[in-house]
Structure formats: C-alpha cells, structure tokens
Nanobody, 124 residues
Framework: QVRLVESGGGLVQAGGSLRLSCAAS????????MSWYRQAPGKQRNLVAT???????NYIESVKGRFTISRDNAKNTVYLQMNSLKPEDTAIYYC??????????????????WGQGTQVTVSS
C-alpha cells in the first residue's frame, strides 16, 4: 500500500512563510498527480493546488501568487511553499497522490492515497 508522510506544518504569524513536504513510499510505479488539500474547522476539505508528473500546476484563486507547489519525481515527494500567509489559511493540510502501484505478487493497481494531515496555524 502506498503511504504518504507529511511534515512542515506549524504556527506562524500573518505574512510569514511555511514549507510543507509530503513523501510517498511503497510499491510505486508512477504517480500521476500530487495535490494539497486543506480543511478548516467546521468546513469541508478543499483542493488547494495540484501538480502533474509533467510539472503542470493548478491553484485555487485565493492562493495564487502566494503558494507554490512543486515535486521531485525521483524522491516521490511534493512540496508546498506558502508565503504571505493569512489567518484564513489556517487549516489542516493534507497531501494526496494518484497513481499506479506495482506489487510483486498482486501486480498493478491504481491507487489514491492521503497523508495524515499537518496543522498550519496563522496568527493575526
């Protein structure tokens, strides 16, 4: 089973920066898209940014120009550089990966997997 481990969350003042990382491990053959979602208290989980294996990126409007998603395909790792943070960015941030795993006996299978989440808190 493919596993995602996130790191880099924390507490920061408004205007500050944080960098999140998410590393995938397991019988990975390929990862098509890697994404970051976030969930604020009492709200649903929403997509923040996505990067394809070709490096194409997409962002929600509210983070454009402030957040940068990138990935290291050799390390199966995705990053989210967050600058000019605002209190409304406070949420639990989740990493997501979609791809193909190749298990020694079971063979190939599509996967969609989530990280455990990392808390980002921006104080005003």
């Amino acid at each position: 089973q493919v596993r995602l481990v996130e790191s880099g969350g924390g507490l920061v003042q408004a205007g500050g920066s944080l960098r999140l990382s998410c590393a995938a491990s397991g019988y990975i053959f390929s990862i098509n898209t890697m994404s970051w979602y976030r969930q604020a208290p009492g709200k649903q989980r929403n997509l923040v940014a996505t990067v394809t294996n070709g490096g194409v990126t997409n962002y929600i409007e509210s983070v454009k120009g402030r957040f940068t998603i990138s990935r290291d395909n050799a390390k199966n790792t995705v990053y989210l550089q967050m600058n000019s943070l605002k209190p409304e960015d406070t949420a639990i941030y989740y990493c997501n990966a979609v791809g193909l795993e190749r298990r020694p006996i079971a063979g190939d299978a599509d996967f969609t997997t989530w990280g455990q989440g990392t808390q980002v808190t921006v104080s005003s």
